[in-house]
């Protein structure tokens, strides 16, 4: 068992370790910086991406963040391991530290001095003082996305062992086995032919479990000591050391014509991406893409700073760098209505991309395949009886009870399958005639197993139970992706298609032998699954005797097909939320009442499927603008490292959200599906912060930061109440 003994310092200098004491305890070892001969874990080798600040798999002189590996305890039981972890010793020099991203910017405090700066990239805008020259109304605003963990309910864990064949296996909770695999043999030095990824059912991943540094030593371990090594991290370990989310500060301007058409936009983003910087930080390069959300405004300034901090590194989380575009324009829209003095509604359609704009290119450079934005807002409306609830607002307002009511509205777009990648899927017919499906994406919680499994039970005719989904295993699956992004239906999904199109096509010539017909006139049954002569349905083959005579004859491989596609664009999943909370005035209490979700993802293949994503991801949207935000104090100490202090919503904190489904086919597949699984975090957010504020109005509040929580509103309340 391996245990981390990890730092409690934010930043500090390692003067020295002392491992003595653990070591006096029976059958255990420790293993410090000095030990390992693995280099830096660098970051991804992205152009303008800072090479300097990678990360020493076991701190060597500095630790940068709470959590920070300073050694690894190994022990034949874990209880023993908790126990030796406590007794290594390490002197450290506290050092000054650097928490948030503005403070981080400041450059006071350097987290990597040979770097001369806590910025690790950039992407600056070439800036026009006149954006807003011609504009009659302009407004600017500053939202900050806070900073998240990801919270799947099962933490990250991981087993290695090398074989008798010297092939090292390794069992990981991730959600891409292959790219782990070929990073960690990378790493290793060794073949990626020579490691063995292994993912079983993995409890929920939300973008955050990426191969990570414990993984990686756990493996090193098991080829360094010999033996089986494994590691599970408790929750509070989970909650300073595993990714966090978001993190980034937004600044907008906003201006138009007084009539409520925007002009030109301004998006400023300073990304946080904690201690050591990974994917995390080129995530605001698809907030600045996506800065124009649904609107067609002509000019957009957009540019990006990531800096890092003395926290916890931040990586991936559901929505990954949309949701904050769409939180930054959404609340823009909100204030230009508040500034021209009008609804929100009527900002928004005047302002909307028309349903005959497609394909279309933003001033921000994405590329949007189709949408109908306009019909979702109208759904999302009609759904939510938005006539009926301004009213019931107006009359609430003038009974001046203590329940305010708050409408809040968004529409959104975003992108999946953003950095067009590619997906393998292979297709295989069993002895019995039933069929395999292998596929290189990952289902952490997404329900492949019965979506991919219709997509191939619908092209062979035959019953969804009569189709096997095997992922996640880097030997029974010879290549993949894996899964983030929202990505894996429109290219997993097309992939498992075209393999069983395939293995289909060349099941009908073997039929027509059988059949003694041309192997044009055969066709296969989708209700029955058999072939069969075009307009005879007898006599007919059945896929069971068609794999039962190719297996007699050793021919049985002829029914097998794999499939690689890459499509040509990425897709935008777009739609419309409309949120209704009731706010305690006299103590700031906010109760979500309703939630409309329209999230349009193309064609559908799994309804109950897709609303199961929208629900789960819309509670991770209002999570983020009511309840959840990891916090740091002023030393970067975490405040709310436990279940305790992070106040992650159960299902007694929501409403049932009402899902409104809308369905526009995109053209970049032959599926015609776009991504839901982050549709509906990047939707709920925005709506539920916009309502909270639109409750206050009458108090003249503007804005209240995320999350929008009781005590917020109420301090929001006293501001208003003293005239500030
Ligand atoms: N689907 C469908 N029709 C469509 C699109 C999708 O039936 N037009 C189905 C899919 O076949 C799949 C599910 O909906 O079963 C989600 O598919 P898709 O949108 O393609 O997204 P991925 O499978 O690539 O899932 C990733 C996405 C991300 S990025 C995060 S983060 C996330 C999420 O999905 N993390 C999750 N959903 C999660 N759900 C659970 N339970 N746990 C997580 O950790």
New binding site residues.
Partial sequence: HAVFVRSPFAHARIRAIDVSAALELPGTQVLTAADVDLGSFQPPPIPGLDQQMGRPFLARDVVRFVGDIVAVVVTESRAEGVDAAQLVVVDYEPLPVAVGPEQALAGGVLLFPEAGTNVCMSHPAERDPDLFATCEAVVSGRLVSQRMAAC?LEARGSAAAVGDDGRLTLWLSTQTPHQDRDELARILGLESADVRVVAPDVG????AKLLSVEEILVAWLARRLERPVRWAETRSENMIAMAHGRAAVLEFTIGGTRGGVVEAYRLRILQDTGAYPRIGAILPGFTSLMASGVYAIPKIESEFTSVVTNTTPVGPF?GAGRPEATQAIERAMDLFALEVGLDPVEVRRRNLFASDAFPLTTASGAQYDCGDYERALDLALEAAGYEALREEQRQRREERGTLALGIGVSVYVEITNGLVEPEFGAVEITPEGEAILRTG?F??????ET??AMIVADRLGLPLESVRVIKGDTDEVRQGVG????????IG?VAALQAAHEVAERARELAADHLEASAGDVVLDAETGGFHVVGSPAPSVSWKELATSLQQQGRLDELRAEEVFKPDAPTFPFGAHVAVVEVDTETGNVELRQLVAVDD??????PI??EG?VH?GVATGVAQALYEEFLYDEDGMPLTATFLGYSFPSAAELPSFDVVSMETPTPINVLG??????SGTIGATPAVQSAVIDALAPFGVRHIDMPANGERVWQALQRADSGE
Avoid at 673 to 678: F, Q, R, V, Y
């Fill in positions: 799947p929920g991943g939300f973008g559901r994406s289902s952490h919680g997404q329900g492949h979506t991919f899964t983030y992004g929202s990505k894996s239906t429109q999904g993802a193309g064609t559908i293949i799994n499927v897709v994503q789960g599906a776009k991504g839901i699984g982050e």
